[in-house]
């Protein structure tokens, strides 16, 4: 596609439940990366991909998250047991990862997740 | 690790008045810098981005922004804001020669009042 997709848009779940959020990043992008923005904050990182395996998972909060992208195009961020504080816009990101001038990163429109 | 500050909240500015963000990054190293706007519903877009060269580097829709490196500060600019200039404004980095995560402000709101 032309750009970053994420599904579904808005997500809302009870405490306690698991949930899966999806990001389609732009064809022939190598990196992916996934935020978490809270209201009035900024995106915060969370964990960057390098093809098919995490280069960086050091932003994820703890062990109830976990992402995967096994083919190295389309990733899933899961929350198990997700708690009220996980409410959030969960961002995607993806870029081209040759040389230094094609670290831009292109964002989806993001996933609300509501967790009530 | 690296951070960064900026330090407007929220921006309120009539139309035609000039514009000037500002944001600062703490790194030991060289980074790269950008910025980002979101409008109302709209999902992240770049604005402007400095890699190397020239430090003042011109971004869409008239925006610009000075890379002082003595200040670790990357202040965006406009001449004349519109009404449709109203956004939240994110300043970020990553270090130079990397595709890592970037490193984001807690934003600028910044409101054009016609």
């Known amino acids: 596609g032309a750009g970053v997709s994420q599904t579904p848009s808005n997500k809302v779940t009870e405490k306690g439940k698991y949930v899966e959020l999806r990001c389609d990043p732009i064809s022939g992008h190598t990196a992916l990366y996934w935020y978490r923005q809270s209201l009035g904050q900024g995106p915060e990182f969370l964990i960057y991909f390098q093809g098919t395996g995490a280069a960086d998972d050091s932003g994820l909060p703890n062990d109830r998250f976990f992402a995967v992208r096994p083919e190295g195009s389309v990733s899933t961020l899961k929350i198990q047991r997700t708690e009220r504080g996980d409410s959030a816009v969960y961002l995607c990101?993806?870029?081209?990862?040759?040389?230094?001038?094609?670290?831009?990163?292109?964002f989806g429109p993001g996933t609300r997740l509501t967790v009530l | 690790a690296q951070s960064v500050s900026q330090h407007n909240h929220h921006v309120i500015l009539s139309e035609a008045a000039s514009l000037e963000l500002g944001c600062n990054y703490s790194y030991g190293g060289t980074v790269n810098l950008f910025w980002y706007v979101q409008y109302p519903g709209q999902h992240l877009q770049l604005l402007l981005k400095y890699f190397s060269g020239d430090p003042l580097v011109k971004g869409i829709k008239g925006f610009e922004a000075e890379f002082i490196k003595s200040k670790f500060s990357f202040n965006l600019r406009k001449p004349s804001v519109q009404w449709s200039d109203t956004a939240e404004y994110f300043c970020a980095v990553n270090p130079t020669g990397s595709a890592r995560q970037l490193t984001f402000g807690s934003g600028t709101q910044l409101t054009v009042l016609p």
């Open positions: 990101a993806s870029s081209l990862t040759i040389g230094q001038g094609n670290n831009e990163q292109f």
